[in-house]
């Protein structure tokens, strides 16, 4: 096939796992509207008062079939990644398309596989979601066409700097949905208690420990990402640092997330102010992304808009 084959096909590769990823977010709504209308009535052991439980074996096998279909987008969104690179005959990273729908599949797979130790199924309704945004955003305002590398761009230093930094935002966006559940979930108990859906997910401190983890296992990928720009930046422009929007950006949120990870091992701050301080960090991240891509100014606004 030419580059305009690879190019409709990776296409629709990606529509096709937006449908797949939607069916997922219905799989998944189901099963917690069927764990809502379906609950297990049991007797206390004193008096005659009753007490209604979630029996969550009635929706086992639709959680089990929501599952797989986020496993089959994603699958699918990777072979609509590689083609677009194919298409154009290197990595699919060079705008701000491509870096989302690689984002959003990055994203997946850093669920995907916490899923393999965690129990985070429930995660998977707000996930689907998140990734259909993603997605949705990429095709219809961030499209470009596939074309050539801008000179700046070719360089070893693309595979390795973008690479990194795509990686660690998936992860890091993982921990914040963690951190924004945490405080959702520590809100409805100060309120008076969770109510009958909350109580299947993991309490508080182990979202606290899971985003944490996340954190710490990411932090020094993205440090090594920062390390890496400032080295292709000296190879491309003959400087390390200039204080360019992305790379002060990328910088502040290097500090935020070391503060992040300073204020729980020395200071031991956990629950809601390590959150708070997470989805700062996670903002930052955003903001990089959004903004200073689109509307910014310097060497790195490769947007294509």
């Not at 990928?221 to 400032?230: D, E, H, M, P």
């Amino acid at each position: 096939m030419n580059a305009k084959n690879w190019a409709y096909l990776s296409n629709y590769f990606v529509y096709s796992s937006m449908v797949v990823y939607t069916l997922a977010f219905f799989a998944h709504a189901y099963e917690t509207a069927m764990s809502l209308r379906n609950p297990e009535v049991a007797e206390k052991s004193e008096g005659n008062l009753l007490t209604k439980t979630l029996d969550f074996t009635k929706t086992e096998k639709i959680a089990r079939i929501a599952t797989a279909l986020m496993m089959l987008g994603t699958a699918l969104l990777f072979v609509g990644v590689v083609a677009r690179g194919i298409s154009a005959s290197r990595v699919p990273w060079s705008n701000m398309y491509e870096f989302s729908i690689t984002g959003a599949l990055a994203f997946c797979i850093a669920y995907l596989f916490t899923l393999r130790k965690y129990d985070l199924r429930w995660l998977g309704l707000p996930i689907s979601i998140v990734v259909l945004l993603i997605l949705g955003t990429a095709i219809t305002v961030l499209y470009r066409p596939s074309a050539p590398l801008v000179p700046a761009l070719k360089s070893t230093w693309l595979v390795i700097h973008v690479s990194a930094a795509i990686i660690s935002g998936g992860v890091f966006f993982l921990a914040n949905v963690i951190s924004g559940m945490y405080l959702w979930l520590d809100s409805i108990e100060k309120r008076g208690g969770r109510n009958p859906w909350a109580k299947r997910l993991p309490d508080l401190e182990t979202l606290d420990q899971l985003a944490y983890r996340l954190v710490a296992f990411v932090f020094p990928l993205w440090t090594f990402a920062v390390i890496a720009g400032a080295i292709w930046a000296e190879h491309a422009w003959g400087r390390y640092w200039g204080w360019d929007p992305k790379e002060t950006w990328a910088f502040i949120t290097w500090v935020a997330y070391a503060a992040y990870l300073h204020a729980r091992v020395t200071v031991g701050w956990k629950g809601r102010r390590a959150a708070w301080l997470c989805l700062f960090a996670g903002s930052t991240f955003i903001f990089n992304y959004v903004y200073v891509n689109v509307w910014g100014t310097g060497k790195h606004t490769y947007s294509g808009l």
